[in-house]
């Protein structure tokens, strides 16, 4: 388990690292002295290199993901068939306690009231 938090860990630490870039690129631009169409020229340039990171990042974090999930959903799968298993005998007896409960004390409250 240990292996998935630090891979999801890493994977945060990556994302913040992209978005802090990001955030400083476009400061970056924003501040330096250029004529408008220059400054929009390059935040469309730089607007399509995110955008390609952006996509690169999805991709690679669905791919070291999507294995860990499959494997977790096949571990937990057996044990969760095994614990409904031993549970229904117990969750049946307490329903029918609670409702032999229920009927004995629908039949205190009529005796009372006659």
């Not at 220059?38 to 690169?56: G, N």
């Not at 494997?71 to 229904?88: D, G, H, Q, V």
């Not at 032999?100 to 039949?107: Q, R």
């Amino acid at each position: 388990m240990s292996k998935y938090h630090d891979h999801n860990h890493n994977s945060g630490f990556t994302t913040g690292l992209i978005i802090g870039g990001i955030i400083g690129a476009v400061a970056a631009l924003l501040s330096a002295p250029k004529p408008g169409s220059e400054l929009r020229s390059e935040l469309i340039e730089k607007t399509d290199d995110i955008k390609v990171k952006a996509d690169d990042l999805t991709a690679s974090l669905r791919s070291n993901i999507s294995p860990g999930v499959a494997e977790i959903s096949n571990r937990i799968a057996p044990t969760i068939s095994s614990a409904k298993e031993k549970l229904s005998p117990l969750v049946d007896e307490i329903s029918k306690q609670l409702s032999k409960s229920t009927k004995d004390k629908n039949s205190d409250t009529d005796d009372e009231s006659k």
